[in-house]
């Protein structure tokens, strides 16, 4: 990783920039990994490994064993477990960051990995040639989320926030634990469907000690996917085929806004002591396509119409303040986008 980076920041509207990275080098991660899968019975599978990774930065590794067992039950069915530790890298210029809070430089150098285990049950059955169900209970605990002290703040919560400038420890954590269910037919007969279904939780506990809602805590996540496929031309050689996505999802989470500070600020201030308290309205979004392919010999070309969210459904992007009339607003974006594309494969 080779880096060439500068950031400024302005606290304030009215307040001059302050630097908060200014560093350029190279920096390496190394991986390493084995794999093997060992058939323990004629239908019982095995498949371990470990994974390493080091941080030629700061010189933090992990070592990650991983580990999974597969019974196969009759011709229709079979079981499964699966555990791993898993671990992330933060983006890069975070590792360099400084302190706007307490002027200190490059506070964030010995950063250490962000790391999880997971666990994973399975059970799978063909209830035919063509329609297969799955179903899949599973736990995350994740341990060493860089988080603030003293503060309901974590790396579990944080979008794409190039103007980081605060002092990170390695103390934070978080849950995840669900279900996933599956239900798909194949293609046959020119049609196809697909339905998923996930039901969660997910939690975090920042440098304050205190577990919370996470913001992506949605609570459930529904889709839908259907297509239809006719052969047409002389020879049947073309494929017209038309297809629609459904998805009903719960609301991201929020902190509920502390107005007299907002009204004060001129900028939104969140009450963080109750963070994602406040969860958003469900959203249904609808995604629709249709295509035309005509293949050739050495050739096919093919013409799609793709509609993305065909019902115009709003995203909740969370609040925005209004200058002109010193207001606080909802930032709500509708977006119905039509895609024409024309591809040409040889």
């Known amino acids: ?72 039950i009759g011709k229709t069915q079979s079981i499964g477990f699966a555990y791993g530790l898993h671990s992330r890298l933060e983006r890069l210029n975070f590792y360099f960051n400084n302190s706007l809070s307490t002027k200190e430089t490059e506070v964030n150098k010995d950063l250490d990995f962000t790391k999880a285990h997971h666990l994973v049950l399975s059970y799978e059955c063909k209830i035919s040639d063509l329609v297969h169900f799955k179903i899949e209970p599973y736990f995350q605990q994740l341990y060493s989320v860089p988080v603030i002290a003293d503060s309901s703040f974590s790396f579990i919560n944080l979008q794409n926030d190039w103007f980081f400038a605060e002092k990170l420890k390695n ?23 697909l339905l998923t279904a996930s039901v969660f939780n997910s939690e975090y506990k920042g440098g304050d000690n205190i ?5 992506f805590n949605r609570n459930y996540v529904f889709n839908f996917l259907i297509g239809k496929e006719w052969q047409v031309g002389k020879s049947k050689q073309n494929v017209f085929s038309l297809n629609t996505r459904v998805s009903y999802q719960g609301g991201n989470r929020y902190s509920p806004i502390n107005e007299a500070a907002s009204l004060l600020a001129k900028d939104i201030v969140y009450d963080e002591t109750n963070a994602y308290k406040m969860q958003a309205d469900p959203a249904l979004n609808i995604h629709f396509t ?57």
């Open 290 to 346: 249709a295509s035309y392919k005509v293949n050739k010999k050495h050739s096919s070309r093919e013409l799609a119409l793709k509609i993305l969210n065909v019902t115009g459904q709003s995203d909740f992007n969370g609040h925005k303040y209004n200058l002109l009339n010193n207001s606080i607003e909802k930032d709500l974006a509708s977006a119905l986008i039509p895609n024409l594309s024309y591809k040409i494969e040889f």
């Open 211 to 215: 577990w919370r809602g996470t913001r």
């Open 1 to 72: 990783m080779k880096y060439d980076m500068l950031l400024n920041k302005s606290k304030t509207l009215d307040s001059p920039p302050q630097e908060i990275v200014n560093t350029n080098g190279f920096s390496t991660l190394i991986s390493a990994y084995s794999h093997s899968s060992v058939n323990l019975t004629n239908k019982l599978v095995m498949n371990m490994g470990i994974n390493s990774q080091i941080f030629t930065l700061n010189n933090h590794y992990t070592i990650e064993p991983r580990l999974g067992f597969r019974q196969q």
């Open 171 to 193: 103390t934070g954590g978080g849950r995840n634990y669900g279900i996933d269910l599956t239900f798909e037919k194949y293609m046959s007969k020119g049609y196809y469907y």
